[in-house]
C-alpha cells in the first residue's frame, strides 16, 4: 500500500556490524537522508525496522502478527489478515494503533477491518511498539499501549540527479496454499517522488495438525471440509497506493491515496465472514524544520465500506422452508418470505464508516536542552451499521444496527522532556473531549421508529423503544497523565519507571448497539468468543492507572548480551467488561448459563492486570568458521481479573516463551526457534471461555540475502504438532452458525480454534 525503501537498507541494517563496501555507504547516505524527522520519545518502544519485518514477510500476510515476537504482545485471532494485537492483557481499542499517523477505526461490529489490516506487511517501513506507558503525545482515548505503524517516506534524488528504483516479491505458503506478491517503484528528482506500491495475498483454510472436530458438513449441501480443515480461514486482499512528495529547504509533503479491496475474508471465529471490504485513504502531511523547531500537520479521510454474509464454509439457507435449524444442510429455498416457516437467503450486513482527521504537532527544543511538544488532534467518525431482509426472522424491513453514529474526538496535549546528568524525564497531560451520538432504530419488523411498545418478534419493539426514548448523546471529558523516567547510572545498565492514568471511551458498538435478541446479538462480538454481546447508553469511559518498571543490563556496547526485565500493574476503574443477559426479562441472568454459547451486556466493572516481560539475548559464539551464533529469549506472564466479581478477564495470554538461536554466516541468516506456551486454565466464566491445553512449536527459518535480492524460505510448526490458539476464541467456522442449533447439528459450544499445522514457505524479494 505504501512506498518502500530498497531492501539493501535491511541488509545494511541486517549487517550493519560488518564492513560496507564504498558503493553501499552511499546508498545509506540516501537512506538517511529520507527517513522521516525522528519519532519523540522511541527510546520507550521497541521498533522492529525494515529488516527486522523483511523476513517475516514470507510467513505472514498479517501485519498484527508480526509483532509477537515483542515481549508481552500476542494476537487474538481474527481472519489471515487481521488478528487484533493485544498487549499485556489489553487488546484492540485499548490500544492507540496509527498507521501513517492517521487513527484508523474498525468499522464492522467484529471489528474484521482492524487499523492494522489496512497495511499489507511488504508496505510496512517500520513499527513501533509502546507496551508499558506510553507518552501522552503518542496515545489517547486508550488505555494500554500504542502501536505506530510508519510506511516508508518519500525517498527524493541526490542533487540534480534522478532515482528510479523498485522492488518486487513473490511468496508461498503449503498450508492453505496462499500465494501473493508486492510491486513497488519510485521516480524521483531531488525535490519530487512519485510511489506507487501494490500487494495482493490470497489462501484458503488452512489445516490444522490433526482432527479437531468429528463433522465435516458446512451447511452447505455438498460442501464437505476435512476434520482438520479449519473453516472459514480463507481470504483475498490486495492493497494498492501512489503516494507523491515534494521536498525544499527543510519542508517536506507528502499525499497518500491507498485504496485496499478484500473480497473475502473468512472469520472462524465469528458467525458471519467478511464478504467484501473497500477502503479508500487520503493522507496528506506536512513536516517542517523551522527557526524555532519542528512544526508538523496532517489531514487523513477514510471511508470503509464493509459488507458480511455468510462465506463459502457457512450455511446460507436459513427458515423453516430450507429444513429449520435442526436440518445439517439447508436447502435452496423460494420465494424469500418472512416468518419461521418462511426462506431466508443469507444474512446480509453493511456497515460504511467515515473517518477524518486533523493533527498538529510542535516540538520545540529549549535552551536549557529540554523539549517541549504541544500538540492538537481532531478526528470526525461516522458509521451506519444496517442489515437489509433476507427472509424468515430477518423480515420484511431493514435492521438498523447503528443507525448515524457519530464519535468525535477533539485532543490537546502537552509534554517536555527534560535530560539532567543520567535522568531523563517525560512529562505529559492530555485532555480529550470525545461527543457521541446515534440515532433512533429498528428491527426487522418495522420501517419506522418506535418508541412505545412490547409486544413483537423477539423483543425487536421493545428494545428499540427503549433505545430511541433515551438519550444518547454523550460527552466524555477525559484527562490522561504521565510520567517517565530514565535513570541510565552506567553504561550497563538502565532503569525505567512510567507512571500513567489513561482513559478510553467507549466505542459506538459498545454504546449504542440495543438488540438482546440473541441471533443480533450473535452478530455484535469483538472478542471471537461465539457470545453475543448488547450494547449499554450508560457506559462511561475506563480509566487505567499503570505502574511499569524496567530493568536493563547490558553489555557496554549492548551488543554481546542484555536481559530486560519488566513488571507492570494496571488498575482499570469502569473496565468496560460483560454480565450474562437475560432477553426475556430484559434484566441480569439469574441463573447463569454455563458451558455454552450465550448474550451479555456491556457494563462497568474494575479491573486489575499484572505481569511480567523477559527479554534478553547472548552472542554465544562469534567469528567461527560456521558464523557468529547467537540466542535470544521471550517470556511473558500476565494476569487479568475483574475485581467486582473476581472472575478471570477474557483471552488473556497464558505463560508463554520463545527461544531463538540465529547463526549468521555470509548471506546466510539461518534460525531455529521455539515457542512455548502453558495451558490456559484460568478462563473467563462469565463468557464460558474455553481452557486450552499447553504446547510447543519448533519453527525453522533461512535466509539468503544478497544486494538485490534475498529468498527467505522455512518451516513453521516442524512437527505438525496439534494444538489450541489461546487467543483463538471459539471456533464457529462452519455450518448453522446463526444460532445454536439442536444437536447433532453444528456449531456447539465447546471447541477452541486450531492453531495451523506444518506449512512449508518460501519467498523471493527482487529490487531493481
Ligand atoms: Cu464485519
Same mark, same amino acid.
Given at each position: 500500500m505504501q512506498p518502500r525503501l530498497k531492501p539493501l537498507t535491511a541488509l545494511i541494517a541486517l549487517y550493519a556490524t560488518q564492513s560496507l563496501a564504498a558503493d553501499d555507504v552511499s546508498i545509506l547516505s540516501e537512506v538517511l537522508v529520507t527517513a522521516p524527522g525522528e519519532l519523540p520519545l522511541d527510546s520507550g518502544a521497541t521498533t522492529l525496522n525494515r529488516a527486522e519485518i523483511a523476513p517475516k514477510r514470507a510467513r505472514t500476510s498479517d501485519t498484527a502478527s508480526l509483532l509477537t515476537d515483542i515481549p508481552g504482545v500476542s494476537a487474538q485471532t481474527g481472519g489471515g489478515l487481521s488478528s487484533l494485537p493485544v498487549i499485556r492483557g489489553l487488546a484492540d481499542d485499548r490500544l492507540r494503533t496509527k498507521v501513517d499517523g492517521m487513527d484508523l477505526v474498525a468499522s464492522c461490529p467484529n471489528h474484521m477491518n482492524s487499523p492494522l489490516s489496512y497495511i499489507?506487511?511488504?508496505?510496512?517501513?517500520?513499527?513501533? $511498539?509502546?507496551?508499558? $506507558?506510553?507518552?501522552?503525545?503518542?496515545?489517547?482515548?486508550?488505555?494500554?499501549?500504542?502501536?505506530?505503524?510508519?510506511?516508508?517516506a518519500p525517498a @527524493?534524488?541526490?542533487?540534480?540527479?534522478?532515482?528510479?528504483?523498485?522492488?518486487?516479491?513473490?511468496?508461498?505458503?503449503?498450508?492453505?496454499?496462499?500465494?501473493?506478491?508486492?510491486?513497488?517503484?519510485?521516480?524521483?528528482?531531488?525535490?519530487?517522488?512519485?510511489?506507487?506500491?501494490?500487494?495482493?495475498?490470497?489462501? *484458503?483454510?488452512?489445516?490444522?495438525?490433526?482432527? @479437531?472436530?468429528?463433522?465435516?458438513f458446512t451447511g452447505r449441501p455438498g460442501h464437505i471440509l476435512d476434520l482438520d480443515e479449519v473453516g472459514s480461514t480463507a481470504y483475498e486482499a490486495s492493497n494498492q497506493s501512489v503516494k507523491f512528495g515534494w521536498q525544499n529547504d527543510g519542508n517536506l509533503v507528502d499525499l497518500t491515496y491507498g485504496r485496499q479491496h478484500i473480497p473475502?475474508?473468512?472469520?472462524?471465529?465469528?458467525?458471519?465472514?467478511?464478504?467484501?471490504?473497500?477502503?479508500?485513504?487520503?493522507?496528506?502531511?506536512?513536516?517542517?524544520?523551522?527557526?524555532?523547531?519542528?512544526?508538523?500537520?496532517?489531514?487523513?479521510?477514510?471511508?470503509?465500506?464493509? #459488507?458480511?454474509? @455468510?462465506?463459502?464454509?457457512?450455511?446460507?439457507?436459513?427458515?423453516?422452508?430450507?429444513?429449520?435449524?435442526?436440518?445439517?444442510?439447508?436447502?435452496?429455498?423460494s420465494p424469500i418470505s418472512g416468518g419461521m416457516t418462511g426462506c431466508a437467503a443469507g444474512m446480509p450486513m453493511y456497515t460504511d464508516g467515515k473517518n477524518g482527521g486533523?493533527?498538529?504537532?510542535? #516540538?520545540?527544543?529549549?535552551?536549557?536542552?529540554?523539549?517541549? +511538544?504541544?500538540?492538537?488532534?481532531?478526528?470526525?467518525?461516522?458509521?451506519?451499521?444496517?442489515?437489509?431482509?433476507?427472509?424468515?426472522?430477518?423480515?420484511?424491513?431493514? @435492521?438498523w444496527n447503528i443507525n448515524d453514529g457519530q464519535r468525535d474526538r477533539f485532543a490537546l496535549y502537552?509534554?517536555?522532556?527534560?535530560?539532567? *546528568? +543520567?535522568?531523563?524525564?517525560?512529562?505529559?497531560? +492530555?485532555?480529550?473531549?470525545?461527543?457521541?451520538?446515534?440515532g433512533q432504530v429498528h428491527g426487522y419488523?418495522?420501517?419506522?421508529?418506535?418508541?412505545?411498545g412490547t409486544t413483537s418478534p423477539v423483543s425487536q419493539t421493545r428494545d428499540a423503544s427503549i433505545f430511541n426514548t433515551q438519550d444518547r448523546a454523550k460527552t466524555d471529558h477525559n484527562w490522561d497523565l504521565s510520567w517517565l523516567a530514565r535513570f541510565t547510572p552506567a553504561d550497563t545498565q538502565t532503569y525505567e519507571i512510567g507512571l500513567a492514568q489513561k482513559t478510553r471511551s467507549p466505542n459506538l458498538y459498545e454504546r449504542y448497539t440495543w438488540s438482546t435478541w440473541q441471533m443480533a446479538a450473535f452478530m455484535n462480538n469483538f472478542v471471537g468468543d461465539g457470545n453475543g454481546y448488547v450494547g449499554n447508553l450508560d457506559l462511561k469511559p475506563e480509566v487505567a492507572s499503570t505502574l511499569s518498571l524496567t530493568a536493563d543490563w547490558h553489555d557496554a556496547g549492548q551488543q554481546r548480551w542484555g536481559v530486560k526485565l519488566t513488571p507492570y500493574y494496571t488498575y482499570v476503574r469502569d473496565y468496560i467488561d460483560a454480565v450474562q443477559w437475560d432477553s426475556a426479562?430484559?434484566?441480569?441472568?439469574?441463573?447463569?448459563?454455563?458451558?455454552?454459547?450465550? $448474550?451479555?451486556?456491556?457494563?462497568? =466493572?474494575?479491573?486489575?492486570?499484572?505481569?511480567?516481560?523477559?527479554?534478553?539475548?547472548?552472542?554465544?559464539?562469534?567469528?567461527?568458521?560456521?558464523?557468529?551464533?547467537?540466542? =535470544?529469549?521471550?517470556?511473558?506472564?500476565?494476569?487479568?481479573?475483574?475485581? *467486582?466479581? *473476581?472472575?478471570?478477564?477474557?483471552?488473556?495470554?497464558?505463560?508463554?516463551?520463545?527461544?531463538?538461536?540465529?547463526?549468521?554466516?555470509?548471506?546466510?541468516?539461518?534460525?531455529?526457534?521455539?515457542?512455548?506456551?502453558a495451558g490456559k486454565e484460568d478462563v473467563s466464566q462469565v463468557r464460558n471461555?474455553?481452557?486450552?491445553?499447553?504446547?510447543?512449536?519448533?519453527?525453522?527459518?533461512?535466509?539468503?540475502? +544478497?544486494?538485490?535480492?534475498?529468498?527467505?524460505?522455512?518451516?513453521?510448526?516442524?512437527?505438525?504438532?496439534?494444538? #489450541?490458539?489461546?487467543?483463538?476464541?471459539?471456533?464457529?467456522?462452519?455450518g448453522t452458525t446463526m444460532t445454536i442449533p439442536p444437536e447433532p447439528n453444528e456449531p456447539q459450544w465447546g471447541t477452541p480454534v486450531p492453531g495451523p499445522g506444518r506449512s512449508i514457505y518460501a519467498s523471493l524479494s527482487l529490487s531493481f
Open positions: 499489507d506487511p511488504t508496505a510496512v517501513e517500520s513499527i513501533q $511498539v509502546y507496551s508499558g $506507558v506510553t507518552p501522552v503525545s503518542l496515545g489517547g482515548d486508550s488505555i494500554g499501549g500504542s502501536i505506530l505503524v510508519q510506511s516508508a @527524493f534524488a541526490d542533487p540534480g540527479e534522478r532515482l528510479v528504483k523498485g522492488e518486487t516479491g513473490i511468496f508461498y505458503r503449503s498450508n492453505g496454499d496462499s500465494w501473493g506478491g508486492n510491486l513497488s517503484g519510485t521516480y524521483a528528482t531531488d525535490s519530487l517522488s512519485l510511489t506507487y506500491t501494490g500487494s495482493y495475498a490470497q489462501s *484458503d483454510n488452512y489445516k490444522a495438525g490433526g482432527d @479437531f472436530k468429528d463433522y465435516g473475502y475474508e473468512n472469520y472462524p471465529n465469528q458467525r458471519m465472514d467478511m464478504t467484501d471490504n473497500l477502503s479508500d485513504q487520503f493522507n496528506l502531511a506536512y513536516t517542517g524544520e523551522l527557526a524555532w523547531g519542528t512544526l508538523k500537520a496532517r489531514a487523513y479521510y477514510e471511508h470503509t465500506q464493509h #459488507e458480511m454474509d @455468510f462465506g463459502d464454509d457457512k450455511r446460507y439457507w436459513y427458515g423453516g422452508a430450507s429444513g429449520g435449524s435442526a436440518a445439517l444442510e439447508g436447502n435452496p429455498c486533523v493533527t498538529l504537532s510542535a #516540538e520545540l527544543p529549549l535552551a536549557s536542552g529540554d523539549l517541549v +511538544r504541544l500538540g492538537g488532534e481532531y478526528q470526525n467518525y461516522r458509521l451506519d451499521d444496517w442489515w437489509t431482509p433476507s427472509g424468515a426472522n430477518m423480515w420484511p424491513y431493514t @435492521f502537552g509534554e517536555w522532556e527534560i535530560s539532567k *546528568d +543520567r535522568w531523563t524525564h517525560i512529562l505529559g497531560v +492530555r485532555f480529550e473531549n470525545i461527543a457521541m451520538d446515534a419488523n418495522l420501517d419506522s421508529y418506535p418508541t412505545t426479562t430484559n434484566a441480569p441472568r439469574v441463573v447463569p448459563v454455563v458451558d455454552n454459547f450465550t $448474550v451479555l451486556k456491556y457494563v462497568n =466493572q474494575s479491573a486489575y492486570l499484572y505481569g511480567l516481560d523477559l527479554a534478553a539475548h547472548y552472542v554465544v559464539a562469534s567469528g567461527t568458521a560456521y558464523g557468529d551464533f547467537r540466542l =535470544q529469549g521471550l517470556a511473558s506472564y500476565t494476569k487479568g481479573e475483574n475485581d *467486582d466479581t *473476581d472472575d478471570t478477564l477474557y483471552n488473556i495470554m497464558p505463560l508463554n516463551a520463545k527461544l531463538i538461536l540465529t547463526q549468521e554466516l555470509g548471506p546466510w541468516r539461518n534460525t531455529l526457534e521455539g515457542e512455548f506456551v471461555e474455553m481452557q486450552t491445553a499447553g504446547y510447543g512449536l519448533a519453527h525453522l527459518r533461512s535466509r539468503y540475502e +544478497r544486494k538485490t535480492w534475498s529468498l527467505e524460505v522455512g518451516i513453521e510448526n516442524l512437527f505438525d504438532r496439534f494444538y #489450541e490458539l489461546p487467543l483463538g476464541g471459539a471456533y464457529v467456522g462452519q
